[in-house]
């Protein structure tokens, strides 16, 4: 259709002067990203801190793909970390990445682990620290 | 039978700015910021016109755009849910 | 505090207290032709305390500490005392800047025009940097880029720069050895050395520069280089920036300016040969 499409209207009217194509795109697509800033790339310039897999509260045990921790030798469950993991390697855990002297078959579950952390549980204050926006 | 009703933030709560076909969304009241693909925007310019439900929604995009019918429903409450969830809309 | 260091780096200053002398006195050597800040005032403090009141003697250990902290912050060994009051001059920037948008890159200038690189650690940007800088390029900084509010110029940081690991023997073959301070092993961060930016990244820390070009440069891949769309450069430096939240429409509005102004290109390399190259090519493209 030529021609403008024009409404009396107040300085709210919606009025483009010409049609143009509105791609909607499918109900599934997403088109919203919302940016979280996180201190996260500066954490390891910024601050030494550890997260032990598994934390005290569950020595010993091991941790499933899903991040919760269960009985030591539980078939497909990562092994429990001999030492904390630093602020820089649970960064990198959490971006997807496989820090050096890490089983890149057990990163994912190590990922799991530390997202699962909550207030009072060892390590939680980093975890947070690395992903608080300021 | 009329869905919830919507309502958007006028123009001088959010700033905006287009990079590379796509719209950067700073929303002043929440301090959030939102990277936001058409028809999101378009969507929140023609409801600022005043509150409306995915319904009068459509009626107003069939006003000023071309677009295919068939999923057009659909696809706008999709995008009237993630806006939702991201706090650039609500409810009214 | 039993002992004190002031130092200005660019357009902020720290006033740095430690309980151990060691620490202050590594800091110095370091800071060698740096200057006081003007009438003593200090933009940001840091203080080097003992973790416990008896860690001041027995197994000492420095936690770190200043206008603004972390919890859950590790102290470190006293003999790390040096990278702590590095540290600690970080977090009161990363925590507390709020005239400039800060951004975690290394920059670098030539003909009143400014190179950003950012990306992970250990992408090769602090490298890349302080090679630039010896390779006539003026060192802006390593760790931060401040990006002023209002006409969006690119203000010098020159801290030292942080060299890891494999990185130090590339600089050992670059530049004297005075300029270096001691060799950190064992760190949390690995093994660390830093070195002080030369006398002309010094002499012009006062002199900001247009941004120009903004890098996101990979160590360790095939030369290669890609383009990014503006949107993704855009909410990559927030990622890159710990300020960008806390500064609100102004940090958008800064942010926004910047991307809209500057080229960009992602660059691969498996040597730092290759990345200069890259980076003065990619500059010709941007004049």
């Given at each position: 259709?030529?021609g403008?499409?024009?409404?009396?209207?107040g300085a709210?009217?919606?009025?483009?002067s010409?049609?143009?194509?509105?791609?909607?795109?499918?109900?599934?697509?997403?088109?919203?990203?919302t940016?979280?800033?996180a201190l996260a790339?500066?954490?390891?310039?910024?601050?030494n801190?550890?997260?032990?897999?598994?934390g005290?509260?569950a020595?010993?045990s091991?941790?499933?793909?899903?991040?919760?921790?269960?009985?030591?030798?539980?078939?497909?469950?990562?092994p429990?970390?001999?030492?904390?993991l630093r602020?820089?390697e649970a960064r990198?855990?959490?971006?997807?990445s496989t820090?050096?002297?890490i089983?890149?078959?057990s990163?994912?579950?190590y990922?799991n682990?530390i997202?699962?952390?909550?207030?009072?549980?060892?390590?939680f204050?980093?975890?947070?620290?690395l992903?608080m926006?300021? | 039978m009329?869905?919830?009703?919507y309502?958007?933030d006028?123009?001088?709560?959010?700033?905006?700015?287009?990079?590379d076909g796509?719209?950067v969304?700073?929303?002043?009241?929440s301090?959030?910021?939102?990277i936001?693909?058409?028809?999101?925007p378009?969507i929140?310019v023609a409801?600022?016109?005043?509150?409306a439900?995915?319904?009068?929604l459509l009626r107003?995009l069939?006003?000023a755009?071309?677009?295919d019918?068939?999923?057009a429903?659909?696809?706008?409450?999709?995008?009237l849910?993630?806006l939702e969830q991201?706090g650039l809309?609500?409810?009214a | 505090?039993k002992h004190r260091?002031?130092?200005?780096?660019g357009p902020v200053?720290?006033r740095?207290?430690?309980?151990w002398?060691e620490p202050?006195?590594?800091?110095a050597?370091l800071y060698a032709g740096?200057s006081?800040?003007e009438?003593g005032?200090a933009d940001?403090?840091?203080?080097?305390?003992?973790?416990?009141?008896?860690r001041?003697w027995?197994?000492?250990?420095?936690a770190?500490?200043?206008d603004?902290?972390?919890?859950?912050?590790l102290?470190?060994?006293?003999?790390?005392?040096?990278?702590?009051?590095?540290?600690?001059?970080?977090?009161?920037m990363?925590?507390g800047?709020?005239?400039?948008?800060?951004?975690?890159?290394?920059s670098?200038?030539?003909d009143?025009?400014?190179?950003i690189?950012?990306?992970?650690?250990?992408a090769?940007?602090?490298?890349?940097?302080?090679?630039?800088?010896?390779?006539?390029w003026?060192?802006?900084?390593d760790?931060?880029?401040?990006?002023?509010?209002?006409?969006?110029?690119?203000?010098?940081?020159?801290r030292?720069?942080s060299l890891?690991?494999?990185a130090?023997?590339?600089?050992?073959?670059e530049?004297?050895?005075?300029?270096?301070g001691p060799r950190?092993?064992d760190?949390?961060?690995?093994t660390?050395?830093?070195?002080r930016?030369?006398?002309?990244?010094?002499g012009r820390?006062?002199?900001s520069?247009?941004?120009a070009?903004?890098?996101f440069p990979?160590?360790g891949?095939?030369?290669?280089?890609r383009?990014v769309?503006q949107?993704?450069?855009?909410?990559?430096?927030t990622?890159?920036s710990?300020?960008?939240?806390?500064l609100?429409?102004?940090?958008?509005?800064?942010?926004?300016?910047?991307?809209g102004a500057?080229?960009?290109?992602a660059?691969?390399?498996?040597d730092?040969?290759?990345?200069?190259?890259?980076v003065?090519?990619?500059?010709?493209e941007?004049?």
């Amino acid at each position: 259709m030529s021609g403008t499409d024009e409404k009396a209207g107040g300085a709210d009217a919606f009025v483009p002067s010409r049609r143009t194509v509105l791609v909607l795109g499918a109900a599934a697509a997403s088109t919203v990203v919302t940016i979280r800033p996180a201190l996260a790339q500066t954490a390891g310039s910024v601050l030494n801190c550890e997260i032990p897999v598994p934390g005290p509260h569950a020595a010993g045990s091991a941790i499933a793909a899903d991040g919760t921790p269960v009985a030591a030798g539980t078939l497909g469950a990562a092994p429990p970390l001999a030492r904390p993991l630093r602020g820089e390697e649970a960064r990198l855990l959490l971006q997807g990445s496989t820090p050096p002297g890490i089983n890149p078959s057990s990163a994912q579950a190590y990922a799991n682990y530390i997202r699962r952390l909550q207030a009072g549980m060892s390590g939680f204050t980093c975890y947070a620290s690395l992903q608080m926006p300021r | 039978m009329a869905g919830p009703r919507y309502i958007a933030d006028p123009e001088d709560c959010v700033r905006s700015v287009t990079l590379d076909g796509l719209s950067v969304l700073f929303h002043r009241p929440s301090g959030m910021t939102h990277i936001v693909a058409s028809p999101a925007p378009e969507i929140l310019v023609a409801l600022r016109q005043g509150p409306a439900d995915a319904a009068e929604l459509l009626r107003r995009l069939r006003e000023a755009y071309d677009f295919d019918g068939d999923e057009a429903a659909d696809a706008v409450d999709a995008r009237l849910a993630e806006l939702e969830q991201a706090g650039l809309v609500r409810r009214a | 505090m039993k002992h004190r260091l002031s130092l200005q780096i660019g357009p902020v200053s720290f006033r740095i207290g430690s309980a151990w002398a060691e620490p202050l006195d590594a800091l110095a050597r370091l800071y060698a032709g740096y200057s006081e800040p003007e009438d003593g005032i200090a933009d940001f403090t840091v203080r080097l305390e003992p973790e416990q009141i008896w860690r001041r003697w027995i197994r000492p250990s420095v936690a770190i500490r200043g206008d603004y902290i972390l919890p859950d912050a590790l102290p470190l060994a006293l003999a790390h005392g040096l990278l702590a009051a590095e540290m600690g001059m970080n977090l009161q920037m990363a925590l507390g800047q709020k005239r400039f948008l800060l951004l975690h890159a290394a920059s670098a200038e030539k003909d009143g025009r400014a190179l950003i690189m950012t990306g992970e650690s250990g992408a090769g940007k602090s490298t890349l940097a302080a090679l630039l800088g010896e390779r006539g390029w003026r060192l802006m900084g390593d760790e931060f880029a401040l990006l002023d509010l209002d006409e969006g110029r690119l203000h010098p940081f020159p801290r030292a720069v942080s060299l890891k690991n494999k990185a130090i023997a590339v600089m050992e073959q670059e530049v004297p050895g005075d300029r270096f301070g001691p060799r950190l092993e064992d760190t949390p961060k690995g093994t660390i050395r830093h070195l002080r930016p030369n006398q002309e990244a010094l002499g012009r820390m006062g002199e900001s520069a247009r941004p120009a070009l903004i890098l996101f440069p990979r160590f360790g891949a095939a030369e290669a280089i890609r383009g990014v769309g503006q949107a993704e450069i855009f909410m990559r430096l927030t990622q890159a920036s710990t300020n960008y939240v806390t500064l609100g429409a102004a940090g958008f509005d800064a942010l926004a300016k910047l991307v809209g102004a500057c080229p960009a290109a992602a660059i691969d390399y498996p040597d730092t040969g290759t990345a200069i190259g890259l980076v003065e090519e990619l500059w010709r493209e941007a004049a």
